[in-house]
């Protein structure tokens, strides 16, 4: 079974540019999770989807970033414009729900974002 | 608030020597634990879990009881391989989707 693909795995860009980073889920998954992950912070949450719908945005970092999940099978977020500081490994989750208690979070492996 | 604390890495030590990664938790209500595995390049995955006190979860020789009333999750291997070379994460969720990860601890195990 295939897992969560990410793309880019690697991303290069020049400040102010606009990066997308996309993200196919598991099939058959209901929620979405955006991470990232840097050394300074560790791991963050920055949104989740449940059934394309974003429900907690609250980790948004500010304006410049923004997510969309048009439909079950696809996501992206996008930073635009781009700063050296958000330079980090944007990881991408996804998760079946049941019940009262959380499930596993299946990851992708990652976009490494460098912002020069 | 919610909050998973876990050792600080680097762990360092020899194949075959005995594991101990301390995470102890503080949350409002009765979370579920979790343990995730981070290897080089790539994304975390679920290691082991338990969803109530007393609970233990265990994985390829990895083990970690819910302990309720130290609130503490550590996680322990008898003997560790080079290949568990990795970072290791604790986190908790309280049924809202919204898991809370330590900080990670890197292991390093040496041939």
């Known amino acids: 079974d295939a897992g969560v693909i990410q793309s880019p795995r690697h991303e290069v860009t020049e400040m102010g540019q606009e990066v997308t980073l996309r993200c196919k889920p598991i099939?058959?998954?209901?929620?979405l999770f955006w991470y990232r992950q840097t050394m300074m912070r560790g791991l963050e949450l920055l949104i989740y989807f449940n059934n394309n719908v974003p429900i907690d945005d609250s980790g948004m970092p500010e304006d410049r970033f923004s997510a969309k999940m048009p439909n079950a099978s696809f996501s992206t977020l996008k930073i635009q414009p781009s700063e050296p500081r958000d330079s980090a490994v944007y990881f991408c989750?996804?998760?079946?729900?049941?019940?009262?208690?959380?499930?596993?979070?299946?990851f992708g492996e990652g976009s490494r974002l460098t912002v020069l | 608030g919610d909050s998973v604390t876990q050792m600080e890495g680097p762990v360092t030590l020899s194949e075959e020597a005995f594991l101990t990664i301390n995470c102890t938790y503080t949350?409002?209500?009765?979370?579920?634990l979790f343990w995730y595995v981070q290897y080089p390049g790539e994304g975390l995955q679920l290691l082991l879990k338990a969803t109530k006190a007393d609970d233990k979860g265990s994985n390829k020789g990895f083990e970690a009881t819910y302990r309720k009333e130290t609130t503490s999750f550590h996680l322990e291997k008898g003997s560790v391989q080079v290949s568990d070379s990795a970072v290791y994460f604790c986190a908790l969720s309280l049924g809202t989707y919204k898991y809370i990860f330590g900080t990670g601890t890197r292991l390093k195990v040496l041939a």
């Open positions: 949350a409002t209500g009765y979370p579920s």
């Open positions: 989750a996804s998760s079946l729900s049941f019940g009262l208690n959380t499930g596993e979070l299946f």
């Open positions: 099939s058959g998954h209901d929620y």
